[in-house]
């Protein structure tokens, strides 16, 4: 399975393009989008015209609101609380800018379930967990004690954020690899291919 993400678009229509652009590229299997889009009607326009399952959570400087718009488009899923599988494929979804919450609806089953009985693959959230790839240039770590303790109680294969510019990139903690896909000053997206391994590119 192949994921094209990224984050942290901050209504800008030249990264908006390039990460359409990328979709017709390299052919993803999903798209992913970890927040901070302030999407405008030209986003709106290229969301309409992706025809691939496309995972989106919002950031701290997006509204939750644009659940509303964002769940008008067929492919578009609004992923915040929520789990979604595709392909065997768990993702959950935490948004916004200090996520913390004990259920999670289930998409398939049309029901909500605890988080201590969710398995999860892949989880997606805007910020990084406390410590991993989540360091500011003077050496701060911005990330979220509650986003750390999902990924080390749950083990997720890929823990997909944004959120920290100046931290693009991956790492390995415990089973897990963070991929922090913000597009930061230079980024454009992140490819990240699941399979026995998984395998990340970023794409500048």
Not at 98 to 111: A, Q
Request: charged share 25%.
């Amino acid at each position: 399975m192949l994921i094209q993400a990224a984050a942290d678009f901050h209504g800008k229509e030249s990264r908006y393009r390039t990460f359409f652009q990328g979709l017709h590229i390299h052919n993803p299997d999903i798209a992913v989008i970890a927040g901070d889009i302030e999407p405008d009607e030209l986003f709106f326009k290229f969301l309409d015209e992706t025809d691939i399952p496309i995972l989106i959570v919002h950031g701290n400087m997006d509204s939750i609101s644009i659940r509303k718009e964002i769940e008008r488009y067929e492919n578009a899923i609004f992923l915040h609380e929520r789990m979604h599988t595709i392909d065997g494929v768990n993702f959950v979804g935490a948004g916004g800018g200090n996520p913390s919450f004990d259920e999670i609806y289930l998409w398939s089953g049309k029901k909500h379930i605890s988080m201590k009985d969710a398995k999860i693959d892949v989880l997606i959230t805007h910020v990084p967990p406390k410590g991993i790839m989540d360091r500011m240039t003077l050496g701060f770590h911005i990330g979220n004690e509650w986003v750390k303790k999902i990924v080390e109680d749950k083990k997720p294969r890929v823990a997909i954020c944004g959120h920290v510019h100046e931290n693009p990139g991956y790492d390995a903690y415990g089973e897990t690899i963070v991929v922090n896909c913000s597009v930061g000053r230079r980024g454009k997206y992140s490819l990240i291919n699941i399979n026995k391994e998984i395998e990340v590119n970023m794409v500048e």
